[in-house]
């Protein structure tokens, strides 16, 4: 296929994000078994533009004066693929796949000098036009939601039960991986236009257990859990197991993971993934009634990786950006509260309850713990900048440090996915 089909796919795809209001990794997938002639080069060119359409959708939506799909994709080929009007306009002709040729009123809209004159700050920033006042306390939200704009790299932990940094990154040595302030951290920035993404997990290392992909962010916030060699960890909210298998091979294999989740698919993936890791101090309990009961008050460390909006992920689901209601924000504080106070049962005196969500929301990070602690008076925060400067010192990027004692990771502030995490000793 040639970039005028290309274009075309990515507008039928992002039409029928829009009217069947279904995923876009669905919807891609729908469009490459309709299109089986397409190669792997297509798809992936295919797939980029429409994530870097709904990236930025809402800058693109006010240059072009509509969120109509053919406006965006145009707009992304011109301003951010470097494409011009005139060449897209004789590739255009030439090409049965081809959009309909761009009229002079998108012309003259995709020539425009500043595309984003008098558009207020939530469109420049793209987010929806709610969530600049939830991101205020960051500092420069503008900043932080354009930081959630760019394409994410690939993040590879390097599972030292079976492998070295340096083992992988000569094993992955045609993707150039580069270090990260997380000394197991391996990191592969994401090309331009219609470069394809690393496909690490076919090879040979991974089907080894060397190592996971798994974001720098999410890396972080699992050592900050402090899991410890010989310690009794309960992960109450496993899902597929990527902070389980971190803890583990922090924990060196020594001591014990229950590793729990209330869905069972969810924690499906775990089973095979401990297997390929090597892990063998990790004990999976299934969501059956009581199969916690007996580990109330023993546990050194309760994490409570909690299910939450996912607003720090939007680089990397951009689609979910522009759905995310009140009424959902809501269920997962609710649900959030619940495991807190679930959670706390679980920790012996002197153990550590460690919560984490992949969001960037002040309500389901800094005013879930102030809450809970108002209710908790035997728990206390450890305060997050000393135990970040202790595991990655001063030149890990600058997070943000709650009053709270959290500490926020943000794609502008640590090149990461956006995290929370606070850790509270019991005293
Ligand atoms: C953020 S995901 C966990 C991701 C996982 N820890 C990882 O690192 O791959 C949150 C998980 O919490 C689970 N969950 C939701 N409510 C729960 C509850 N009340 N008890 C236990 N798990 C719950 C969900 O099924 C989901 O798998």
New binding site residues.
Partial sequence: MRLPGRLSAAIEVLTDVETRKRPVSEALKAWGLNNRFAGSGDRAGIGNMVYDVLRRRASHAWAMGTDDPRALVLSVAVREWGETVEGLNAAFAGDNFAPAPITEEEAARLAADDPLAGAPDYVKADIPDWAGPSLDYLGDWVAEGRAMTERPPVDLRVNTLKSTPEKVKKALSRFTPADTFAANGLRMFAGGKDARTPNVQSDEGYIKGWFEVQDLG?QAV?VLAGAKPGEQVL??????????LAMAADMGNRGQIFA????RA??APIYDRLKRNGVRNVQVRA?EAGALDDLAGKIDRV?I????TGTGTWRRRPDTKWKLSAEQVAVRIG?QA??LV?GATYVKAGGHLVYV??SLLADENRNQIERFLAEHADFKAVPGEALWSAAFGEAAGTPYFGPEGGVTLTPHRTGTDGFYVCVMRRG
């Fill in positions: 999410s699992s992960d109450l909210c496993a899902g597929g197991g990527g902070k389980t729990y989740d209330s869905e969810r924690l969501p994490l990786d909690a299910p939450c649900e619940a495991l679930e969500t992949c």
